[in-house]
């Protein structure tokens, strides 16, 4: 078992050292390394403080290689016109070049697990077991106008289901619904029944538009929290994306089965989405956890960026600066997000798996330094963050990613041959 010794970080405004054995924290204290000699040692000189690393609460990772491909569009023809028609001839291999690539930006902005649903999904799980990170990968379940289910879905089931054996624990396989618009009635209570029955989780969109819960209402005579409800899809094994356009009845239902609520502040502004009431929901004791979407729709998968997106839309729907408060977003990124997708980690202790970030406090973002908190919320970018610590592996030092130029040449090889259907 290696053994991994952080030497003069600073944790909770004091300077220590950190042990790492095998992939848990092992011990915290001046002088805990010296006991016995660690097979690698990093020192923090007093001057990089370790904090937990992010959870990525809802992504769409391979979908780096449509950043910019259509902007300032509305909704529906964003997608029917563009974006879907592009999916279309993605390949597995562009799935596993644009996932990589989607991690390789995340390691570098502090995020080092991701909750994803796409196409092709074993070639996502494969780029996360290649980099290092940790996952929830969708099986994507979505239905086509017949109502049955989309044949191409079906396949990226089952090659994932056929990998599942070889996945390291970092990973998990999960139930990916697209939607209760975008999935039949009788395909999501048989997930809701599974999930029961063998402890997947749930990943799927929900409320989203007010054209969905209008739709909704019209097909179904209920919202779609309620619809989903009636499936026996909310419960505390279900991540409900977005969640934008709630009733109070909607947050009572969430509250009471224990779901979680993945926020997605920037992508919901930049598609004209609407407003998520932040405050509402948690005073309505819901779970809310935060994600970054999709980089076709927010562009970037820094989850330094979201939460103080989130922050600021929290104090501007409250109408009070004491919403959306620096330590709530951190922790909506860190522990709360880990503990929802059962993730023993989000908090530097010994026993803990051992997650981190070393965040250098001499970049000038950092500094006045009365508030750290502070700081990583609303003043810090990606370029603060100097190592990313998963599983007790190191992915990330002195802001290099190992094979990064490789990555990015492979998924910009992807680029050039979408970008040329996208000029025909």
């Keep these: 078992m290696s053994s991994l010794l952080l030497r003069s970080v600073v944790l909770d405004g004091r300077v220590t050292d950190v042990r790492i054995q095998g992939r848990r924290f ?7 390394g010296d006991r ?15 904090v937990p690393a992010f959870y990525n609460g809802h992504t769409h990772a391979a979908m780096t290689l449509l950043r910019g491909y259509a902007e300032d569009l509305e909704l529906g023809t964003w997608l029917s016109e563009h974006i879907w028609p592009a999916e279309a001839t993605l390949t597995a291999e562009d799935v596993y070049a644009g996932t990589r690539l989607a991690i390789l930006e995340m390691i570098k902005s502090g995020t080092v697990y991701f909750n994803d649903m796409y196409w092709e999904p074993s070639a996502s799980a494969m780029a996360a077991i290649q980099m290092g990170v940790r996952a929830d990968i969708g099986m994507l379940h979505i239905s086509g106008p017949d109502g049955l289910p989309n044949p191409r879905a079906e396949a990226g089931i089952a090659a994932l289901l ?8 970092r990973i998990s396989v999960t139930h990916a619904p ?26 799927i969109h929900a409320a989203e538009t007010a054209d969905e819960v209008r739709d909704c209402i019209v097909a179904h005579g209920m919202t779609p929290i309620a619809y989903l409800d009636s499936l026996g899809l909310v419960t505390p094994r279900s991540v409900l994306a977005h969640c934008v356009h709630l009733t109070d009845e909607d947050r ?19 598609l004209c989405s ?3 009431e932040h405050a509402r929901a948690l005073d309505a004791g819901c779970r809310v956890i935060l994600g970054t979407d999709g980089a076709a729709s927010n562009n970037s998968l820094s989850m330094l960026g979201e939460m103080k997106t989130a922050a600021l839309l929290a104090k501007s729907q409250a109408g009070s600066p004491l919403a959306g408060r620096d330590h709530a977003m951190l922790a ?3 522990y709360e997000s ?4 059962g993730i023993d980690a989000g908090v530097i202790e010994p026993g803990k798996l051992a997650d981190a970030l070393l965040v250098d406090l001499d970049h000038h973002a950092m500094v006045g330094d009365y508030s750290l908190d502070a700081n990583l919320v609303y003043a810090a970018d990606p370029s603060v963050i100097d190592t990313v610590i998963c599983d007790g592996e190191v992915l990330m030092q002195g802001r290099v990613v190992p094979g990064e130029r490789e990555i990015v040449a492979q998924a910009r090889a992807a680029c050039s041959r979408l970008a040329r259907i996208r000029h025909t």
């Design 338 to 341: 880990a503990a929802a997708f």
């Design 26 to 32: 092992a011990d915290i204290g001046v002088g805990c």
């Design 36 to 50: 016995l000699p660690p097979d690698r040692q990093i020192d923090g000189r007093g001057r990089m403080a370790i």
């Design 332 to 334: 909506a990124a860190t």
């Design 178 to 203: 697209h939607s209760p618009y975008a999935t039949s009635a009788e395909q999501l209570a048989w997930i809701a029944a599974d999930s029961a029955r063998s402890g997947r989780r749930i990943h």
């Design 274 to 276: 609407g407003f998520f």
């Design 252 to 270: 009572a239902i969430i509250a009471r089965r224990g779901a979680v609520i993945a926020h997605m502040a920037v992508s919901n502004l930049k």
């Design 162 to 169: 056929e990998l599942e054996p070889a996945l390291p624990d």
